[in-house]
């Protein structure tokens, strides 16, 4: 399993959007096959600055993902609320304490 971190910086006026689109969209993306997992987070300092962070069985479930319809409908309402470029990170879960 690994995990997928993206940071997006969004306009502040438009984070009710992106809520809202997120939140109809949220849990097509957890049911896409090999997903484990959908977290998002907001910046304690910076409002405008999210991440989600999304555990995969594999890298190619992420890929398959990122190669679907519900990929390009997501990304395609949400990048036009950015107001600086995303950042992606795939890393690997070496530890985990519960």
């Given at each position: 399993?690994?995990?997928?971190i993206?940071?997006?910086?969004?306009?502040?006026?438009?984070?009710p959007?992106?809520?809202?689109?997120?939140?109809?969209?949220?849990?097509h993306i957890?049911?896409s096959a090999?997903?484990r997992l959908?977290?998002?987070?907001?910046?304690?300092?910076?409002?405008?600055?999210?991440?989600?962070?999304?555990y995969w069985e594999?890298?190619?479930d992420?890929?398959?993902y990122r190669?679907?319809?519900?990929?390009?409908?997501?990304w395609?309402?949400?990048?036009?609320?950015f107001n600086?470029?995303?950042?992606?990170?795939?890393v690997?879960?070496?530890?985990?304490l519960t």
């Amino acid at each position: 399993m690994f995990v997928r971190i993206v940071k997006m910086s969004f306009h502040e006026e438009k984070i009710p959007a992106f809520l809202e689109n997120f939140e109809l969209m949220k849990s097509h993306i957890r049911n896409s096959a090999g997903n484990r997992l959908l977290e998002l987070y907001q910046d304690k300092n910076n409002p405008c600055i999210f991440f989600t962070y999304s555990y995969w069985e594999t890298e190619q479930d992420l890929e398959n993902y990122r190669q679907s319809a519900l990929f390009d409908e997501v990304w395609a309402f949400t990048k036009k609320l950015f107001n600086d470029k995303p950042e992606a990170w795939s890393v690997d879960k070496l530890v985990s304490l519960t």
